[in-house]
């Protein structure tokens, strides 16, 4: 990491971690494994940074700037690529009607191969071994422990969410029901004057 904090300002980095955390407000973060996958300098800085600033990006006090422009967020759940702790194993084989049929482990490849700089040299989405791109673990939970093991959403409900973060979802104002006014009613002109009594 130290080599990596000379090319990139680990200050800057945190700041716009934080701010982006704050800006799209994620139900749950994903990030890479804390040796980088394979050793990966950047990989790491950014785990090690993901690790550091959740609790900050919470916290109005720090980093003043983006707090003001985005408020504060509070992430109920972080996962880390090959995390020991708390495992989780994805199921990405299963045809998602929401994307055409592919399987998560089809559009993971597909994405993979449009990260250019990372071709020809040996490396692929693999679901097994000791990279498995179906492997994580639970770093942090704000919402209870997985029961389920296969599901990055598990716990998380628009209720807890919200508990965690109320500064987001201000109470709505109740909508105030108008008292009717009574208008006075006035009698109206009769259409011929009464005739005069003789």
């Known amino acids: 990491i130290a080599e990596n904090e000379k090319v990139w300002n680990r200050e800057e980095l945190n700041a716009f971690l934080v701010a982006n955390i704050r800006r799209f407000q994620p139900d749950v973060i994903l990030t890479q494994d804390f040796e980088g996958e394979y050793g990966h300098g950047a990989h790491r800085m950014m785990v090690d940074a993901v690790s550091k600033m959740l609790e900050p990006a919470a916290n109005a006090s720090q980093y003043p700037d983006s707090a003001q422009l985005y408020g504060t967020w509070n992430t109920p759940k ?57 492997r994580f673990g639970l770093y942090r939970t704000l919402v209870g422990e997985d029961v389920a093991k296969n ?48």
């Open 78 to 134: 972080c996962y880390m690529h090959l995390y020991e702790t708390n495992p989780i194993q994805m199921d990405w084989n299963k045809p998602l009607s929401s994307m055409g049929g592919k399987t998560g482990l089809e559009l993971a490849r597909a994405g993979f191969r449009e990260h250019v700089s990372q071709q020809g040299f040996g490396m692929d989405v693999r679901e097994g071994g000791s990279t498995s791109c179906l």
């Open 151 to 198: 599901d990055f959403l598990e716990n998380i409900t628009p209720e807890a969410v919200r508990a965690l973060n109320p500064q987001a979802y201000p109470t709505p104002t109740p909508e105030l029901t108008p008292t009717p006014v009574s208008t006075p009613q006035s009698t109206p002109e009769p259409a011929h004057p009464p005739a005069s009594p003789l």
